[in-house]
């Protein structure tokens, strides 16, 4: 089974700053993962998929980049709206589909 | 436009059986491509994925917890049915419906809370 792992656990950041976090996969899932925002009390939120693509309505701020086993997901310039926690997540490529999350990044404010 | 609703109890007994529905709009699950899952989430901890049924109704199962789980479709009353089978606390979370496979889990439903208690 393919373990997601994400750093760091926690990014304390300001508004404005970059923000840089990481996944990194037990094996490789080619560029099948994607990143969601998750706030308090919300469901999360469609990010990037297939590693680079941005999802509808997503603010270019975000972007990610990766393949094989090393993803990243880039927040150019930290919004108010942006800390939350983060996680990504990978996809089988054919069936018998299944998917794995990573524990997930918080971004809070410094 | 696509909304999912999940319904199901609040509560359950530990050793009983979950049932959850979730209700969509806005798309047909038998167009292909088209995929609805059933993630978890226990408090404060993070995503797990369960199950998924597809547009040729073929079904797929974390390997985790496969022996407990049944997932089905009822597609003229836009639903999508998750049995759980012998419940215990550690499946206390907020249990989510989401659509998609190959760009992502796109749209979810706002979530229900079950908490598993005697």
């Known amino acids: 089974e393919i373990v997601l792992t994400q750093s760091p656990a926690t990014l304390s950041l300001s508004p404005g700053e970059r923000a840089t976090l990481s996944c990194r996969a037990s094996?490789?899932?080619?560029?099948?993962l994607a990143w969601y925002q998750q706030k308090p009390g919300q469901a999360p939120r469609l990010l990037i998929y297939?590693?680079?693509n941005r999802a509808t309505g997503i603010p270019a701020r975000f972007s990610g980049s990766g393949s094989g086993t090393d993803f990243t997901l880039t927040i150019s310039s930290l919004e108010p709206e942006d800390f939350a926690v983060y996680y990504c997540q990978r996809r089988s490529n054919r069936p018998p589909f299944s998917f794995t999350f990573g524990p997930g990044t918080k971004v809070d404010i410094k | 436009q696509v909304t999912l609703r999940e319904s199901g109890p609040a509560l359950v007994k530990p050793t009983q059986t979950l049932t959850l529905t979730c209700t969509f709009s806005?798309?047909?699950?038998?167009?292909?491509?088209?995929?609805v899952s059933w993630i978890r989430q226990p408090p404060g901890k993070a995503l797990e994925w369960l199950a998924l049924i597809d547009w040729d109704d073929d079904k797929y199962y974390s390997t985790s917890v496969k022996t407990r789980l049944t997932i089905s479709r009822d597609t003229s009353k836009k639903q999508v049915v998750l049995t759980m089978t012998n419940m215990d606390p550690v499946d206390t979370g907020t249990y989510y419906c989401a659509r998609g496979l190959y760009r992502g889990f796109d749209y979810w439903g706002q979530g229900t809370l079950v908490t598993v208690s005697s």
């Open positions: 806005g798309f047909s699950l038998t167009t292909n491509g088209m995929c």
């Open positions: 094996q490789s899932v080619s560029g099948y």
């Open positions: 297939d590693a680079s």
